[in-house]
């Protein structure tokens, strides 16, 4: 199986800050890497997918970025509904897998 | 749009055998391209995909759970299931079940929509 590993597992920002997360996979996954946001109590919602395409809907301060084994979520000028978890997950391989999250809290 | 909707028992004791449906609406599971999987995540951890079916009735399973998942499929409903075998208070969680959504060119896959989740508590 692909693993997949997030950094950090939490940060604390600021309304307005630039915040960036870290995905690693453990063999080359070209660009087949989604990004999702979950919120306490809710589903995750899916926020960019094929490593940098932007989900129809979803604003365009999250950009991804990356290709291979090395990933990137940034979210440009946080906003307050940005707080949440985030997850990378794979799909260049069955079964598919899910980073381990990164919590962004207020700071 | 589809959407979707997990149901089943919301406590099971240790041992006992788990079936979850995910009821399926706004497209046929039959359709030419249509995936579901299903999802799990613990109280306060990751997600963990367990299993997938494919219109033409192709199954997938997680590695670790293969031997205690079974995926299939009621068209006649348009019901996707899943069964797992001998129940741990470890597999207490969320499960979700969602649509393996296929980008235009057909390479790229995510999840989207999810249904909303529904709490198993596995306890004795």
């Known amino acids: 199986d692909i693993q997949m590993t997030q950094s950090p597992s939490s940060l604390s920002a600021s309304v307005g800050d630039s915040v960036s997360i870290t995905c690693r996979a453990s063999?080359?996954?070209?660009?087949?890497l989604n990004w999702y946001q979950q919120k306490p109590g809710k589903a995750p919602k899916v926020l960019i997918y094929a490593a940098s395409t932007l989900q129809s809907g979803v604003p365009s301060r999250f950009s991804g970025s990356g290709s291979g084994t090395h990933f990137t979520l940034t979210i440009s000028s946080l906003q307050p509904e940005d707080f949440a978890t985030y997850y990378c997950?794979?799909?260049?391989?069955?079964?598919?897998?899910f980073g381990q999250g990164t919590k962004v809290e207020v700071k | 749009q589809v959407t979707l909707k997990e149901s089943g028992p919301a406590l099971v004791k240790p041992t006992q055998t788990l079936r979850l449906t995910c009821s399926v609406s706004g497209l046929s599971i039959s359709t030419t391209g249509m995936r579901v999987s299903w999802i799990r995540q613990p109280p306060g951890e990751a997600p963990e995909w367990l299993a997938r079916?494919?219109?033409?009735?192709?199954?997938f399973y997680s590695t670790s759970l293969q031997t205690r998942l079974t995926i299939s499929k009621d068209t006649s409903k348009n019901q996707v299931v899943l069964t797992m075998t001998n129940m741990d208070p470890a597999d207490t969680a969320t499960y979700y079940c969602?649509?393996?959504?296929?980008?235009?060119?057909?390479?790229?896959?995510?999840?989207?929509?999810w249904g909303p989740g529904m709490l198993v508590t596995v306890s004795s």
């Open positions: 969602a649509r393996d959504q296929p980008a235009s060119s057909g390479s790229y896959f995510w999840f989207d929509p």
């Open positions: 063999q080359s996954i070209a660009t087949y």
């Open positions: 079916i494919d219109w033409e009735d192709d199954k």
């Open positions: 997950q794979q799909s260049d391989a069955t079964p598919r897998t």
